[in-house]
């Protein structure tokens, strides 16, 4: 930290996203005024993006809520209320509703962006083991519910998904995904451009697969297929590797078993038959199997557009398989697996699904269950059934499949409702209490979350950058007194901290980060290692970063696969169900353009929609149409259409855009607001999320995620 007369500068990083861009703020008499990207760090390199910009426009919104507010009418309607009463009234509802009813009565939801906060990370896991919370719901159902599902299939956990070495690779396979604007997820690197283009200083190959030509497939090899057909493609990649004899024998008689079920499983699935489903020629699917086996490495990268698919969990199947069949799962320039200095890696050898939702029987993946399920827990009676909630950076009636007027019904019934949260958005205005939180710029912080998923592990930290505003908590201390004032003592998995939490001595995360660091695999451990880290050598000796490895290890799969053979399983009966649901899943006639989601660079979910750098005066929300499309249907530029599917209809103008494949639309979702947020509301667009099935019946079967890519649709 450095000052003149005037200015401070303040080294941080940004939380909005998964990258963690390391940051220099600049504060003026106690107020953040700009933030850029660190030169000077080892890790990013000086390379942030608008969404920083952003989040200091949040922090400083005149809509942003900065002390409790308490429901005083229909929805939407609030008015202050001391810290004193808005917690001393939950803490009694609680604990009569839980006297009553069971500590399953009380559910929690999880959203973003609070748990890129290492703070509101550890807590909020305390919470919930301090309460007895049994249903603890979360966005993820809408996300990455399907990639941790095929990693517990595949090898026994879900947390082991293998991520991609795109610093080493020779021919780097994008599914699903565009990193040139999202930055990567669940794989965490913000020089995702510099790491892709490598492969092509190398004299490899980046090759993307979208119905779109997105930002990312602007730089690179383009493939177009039609949304919604990806498992189609790599069935039929898979076909031509095991035909044509191009697996890694030796590694999969070693690491496998399954592999004769496999061959099987895949006869059916011939180039020429996929080529149909597709839209592309079997010849080039011939070409692309090929190219991939024989490269001297290879790895597949594929995010929201595979996961939330009707076929999302099969997706994230196909792609490690990919993989492992011909040795590219745990080697220098394939798929890898996780390594954080902070963290174990080792996972236990048990299935993780074994809580399941109350009424559908959905998976918990990862502790965590699928929003959609809320709905039908909060109003099917019986045992279990929700009646009080806590929503923690959460916006569900907006951002869910399963979202919309029944989602903001079900919560309308609950006895107890409260969020944490910086804004009043299109969930929480249905809530009793909200409970403003602090900023990812008002509080101290390391980035425990993605450590896990960097492709170059490092480690950085940051103090608060400046106090925070009004009123303001973080959540960690909200989620302790809550513990403290409904008799539990303190938000800890440790009882003899509960107890002096209790007594009024609350361990602060700063003194938690610091005791992480220092014991684990960089730390100094209390001075025993010289040359370790401690939370204070972070702050202080390396205010940019530390450097920790230029990569993640190979070598380690059985050290860390999870399943009870200590074997990779590649065929298995979920697979066997999931390959006949494809045979058989037939689009109709009714509907015959298929919908896939768009990512926008200046978009980060639902919430950043109210800050002028974000959503500028020229940002309009479009459906994006080809223009064969558009000229069949007799659609102009600028004119609106109607978009219906079997759960809903909008209209939304049209963009005629060359980037689109013919018989394909893609819509951006996080548009379409009314909440607290007067920018937002003001800006016209509708939710894509409208279009996506209400029925439990009609989602990804595996994981419990709602269809959200690939939906048919028909245009007038």
Not at 426 to 439: D, F, M, Q
Not at 685 to 697: E, M, R, W
Request: aromatic share 8%; charged share 20%; proline share 5%.
């Amino acid at each position: 930290m450095s000052s003149s007369n005037l200015d401070k500068t303040v080294h941080t990083f940004c939380r909005v996203c998964e990258p963690m861009c390391a940051l220099v703020a600049t504060v003026r008499d106690g107020r953040l005024t700009s933030v850029i990207g660190d030169k000077n760090s080892p890790y990013s390199h000086g390379h942030f993006c608008k969404k920083a910009t952003g989040a200091v426009e949040v922090m400083y919104d005149e809509d942003r809520v900065t002390q409790p507010l308490k429901r005083i009418g229909g929805p939407g309607e609030f008015a202050p209320v001391s810290w004193s009463e808005a917690m001393s009234v939950i803490a009694d509802r609680l604990k009569k509703i839980r006297h009553r009813h069971g500590a399953s009565a009380f559910a929690t939801f999880l959203g973003q962006p609070p748990t890129n906060g290492f703070a509101t990370a550890v807590w909020f896991s305390a919470f919930k083991r301090v309460f007895g919370t049994r249903w603890n719901y979360s966005v993820n159902a809408e996300d990455a519910a399907s990639l941790l599902m095929a990693s517990e299939l595949l090898f026994g956990s879900a947390l082991l998904y293998p991520r991609p070495d795109l610093w080493r690779t020779d021919f780097a396979i994008i599914i699903g995904a565009n990193p040139m604007v999202s930055h990567g997820s669940v794989c965490t690197e913000p020089l995702m451009r510099d790491a892709l283009h490598s492969v092509i200083k190398r004299g490899g190959r980046v090759l993307v697969i979208d119905p779109r030509r997105s930002e990312t497939a602007q730089s690179f090899e383009h493939v177009q297929v039609n949304a919604g057909t990806d498992a189609w493609l790599m069935m039929a990649m898979l076909h031509e590797i095991i035909a044509n004899d191009w697996m890694d024998a030796d590694f999969v008689d070693e690491h496998c078993n399954g592999l004769e079920e496999l061959v099987e499983q895949v006869r059916p699935f011939t180039p020429e038959r996929a080529a149909a489903e597709c839209g592309v020629s079997a010849q080039l699917i011939r070409e692309l199997a090929r190219d991939f086996a024989q490269a001297r490495s290879a790895t597949i990268y594929g995010r929201t557009g595979t996961c939330t698919q009707r076929f999302g969990t099969l997706n994230n199947v196909l792609q490690s398989l990919l993989c492992i069949v011909t040795g590219n799962l745990d080697r220098p320039g394939g798929a890898l697996f996780t390594w954080s200095s902070l963290t174990k890696n080792r996972f236990p050898a048990t299935r993780e699904t074994t809580v399941r939702s109350r009424v559908s029987g959905l998976p918990a993946l990862g502790g965590m269950l699928p929003s959609r399920c809320l709905v039908e827990d909060v109003e099917t009676p019986g045992e279990g059934q929700v009646r009080a909630l806590l929503m923690l950076g959460g916006n569900p009636v907006h951002s869910s499949g399963a979202g919309g007027e029944g989602f903001a019904a079900a919560l309308e019934k609950l006895e107890l409702h409260f969020s944490l949260d910086i804004y009043i958005n299109e969930t929480n205005r249905h809530a009793h209490y909200i409970l403003p939180v602090a900023t990812m710029f008002e509080h101290a912080d390391i980035p425990y979350k993605y450590l896990s998923n960097m492709l170059r592990p490092a480690l950085f930290a940051t103090d608060a950058v400046v106090e925070p505003r009004g009123e303001v908590r973080e959540e960690w201390e909200i989620l302790n007194e809550l513990c403290r004032r409904s008799g539990l003592g303190g938000c800890y998995d440790n009882r003899w901290l509960r107890r002096l939490s209790a007594m009024g001595f609350a361990l602060s995360p700063k003194r938690l980060m610091d005791w992480m660091v220092r014991m684990s695999a960089s730390g100094d451990r209390f001075g025993l290692r010289r040359n370790g880290l401690s939370l204070r050598k972070l702050l202080g000796r390396f205010p940019h970063g530390k450097s920790l490895d230029a990569e993640l290890p190979s070598g380690v799969l059985s050290d860390v696969i999870a399943t009870p053979d200590r074997k990779i399983a590649l065929a298995f009966p979920e697979l066997k169900i999931e390959l006949q649901r494809l045979r058989e899943f037939e689009h109709s006639a009714e509907f015959p353009f298929r919908l896939t989601g768009m990512r926008e660079m200046l978009s980060m979910n639902t919430w950043l929609h109210n800050v002028p750098s974000c959503m500028t005066a020229k940002r309009r929300h479009h459906l994006h149409i080809s223009p064969v499309d558009a000229e069949r249907l007799a659609i102009a530029d600028g004119q609106e259409v109607t978009v219906r599917s079997r759960a809903g209809t909008l209209r939304v103008p049209a963009k005629i855009s060359d980037r689109m494949k013919e018989g394909n639309v893609a819509l951006p979702h996080g548009w379409g607001h009314n909440g607290g947020w007067q920018r937002a509301n003001a800006v016209p667009g509708v939710n894509s999320n409208i279009l996506a099935a209400k029925s439990p019946d009609d989602i990804e079967s595996l994981a419990g995620m709602s269809i959200l890519n690939g939906i048919p649709v028909s245009l007038t």
